[in-house]
Each structure stands twice: as C-alpha cells, then as structure tokens.
C-alpha cells in the first residue's frame, strides 16, 4: 500500500503562485507514476499533469501549460506542482494520484490517492 499526503493550497489572488506537495510512504519502492487532477464544484476530477517514475515524461492539460510546472523527488518520495499566474478557473480542489506504470489518463487506473487540498483563486 502507498500512501499520499498532498498540501499547500490555499487562497490567492489572480496571477498569484501556489506549490502543491504530494508526499508518499509505505510500499513507495514501485516504480509510481504520479498525477495531479482537480475537481471544481459541480464538475468532474480531470487530469491536470502528470509525471513519470524518472521524470522523463511529464503531460500538462491544456489549460495549465506555460504555467504549471510538475516536478519530483525520489529521494523524499515527494511530487510538486508549481502553479503560476493563477487564474480564477483554477480553483478546484486538487488531489495527487499514484499508479504502477506509466502515467494515465484515467481516474481509474490510479490506484493511491491524497486526500485533496483546496485551492481558491480570488479575481
């Protein structure tokens, strides 16, 4: 079993920066892909971006590139994503996701998940 702690929301103004962190313990020996997906009120959780176990591959969802940034520690078992020039339709409550394997899409095919963070974003 692997366990995820994700923290560092909270609430900022437009065009602020927020990093989330997403750290893992238990069985974190696997070769763990990594997610970050959001869930706004009344919508359905989405993929925001994606790392691999190295680091090699890394996905962003269209609406954050250019200025979301996912990066990770091995060593600390730890995920970020750096959120810059936050806008209002960022706010969501966003979770950090894990998988054996390769990064994915679906909601599904994650099986660890935190326990979600809230981020606001003020106009």
């Known amino acids: 079993q692997v366990q995820l702690v994700d923290s560092g929301g909270g609430l900022v103004q437009a065009g602020g920066s927020l990093r989330l962190s997403c750290a893992a313990s238990?069985?974190?020996?696997?070769?763990?892909?990594m997610g970050w997906f959001r869930q706004a009120p009344g919508k359905g959780r989405e993929l925001v971006s994606g790392?691999?176990?190295?680091?090699?591959?890394?996905y962003y969802a269209d609406s954050v590139k250019g200025r979301f940034a996912i990066s990770r520690d091995n060593a600390k078992n730890t995920v970020y994503l750096q959120m810059n020039s936050l806008k209002p339709e960022d706010t969501a409550v966003y979770y950090c996701a894990a998988r054996v394997g390769a990064v994915s899409f679906g909601l599904d095919d994650y099986n660890y998940w935190g326990q979600g963070t809230q981020v606001t974003v003020s106009s």
């Open positions: 790392i691999s176990w190295s680091g090699g591959y890394t």
């Open positions: 238990g069985r974190t020996s696997s070769t763990l892909a």
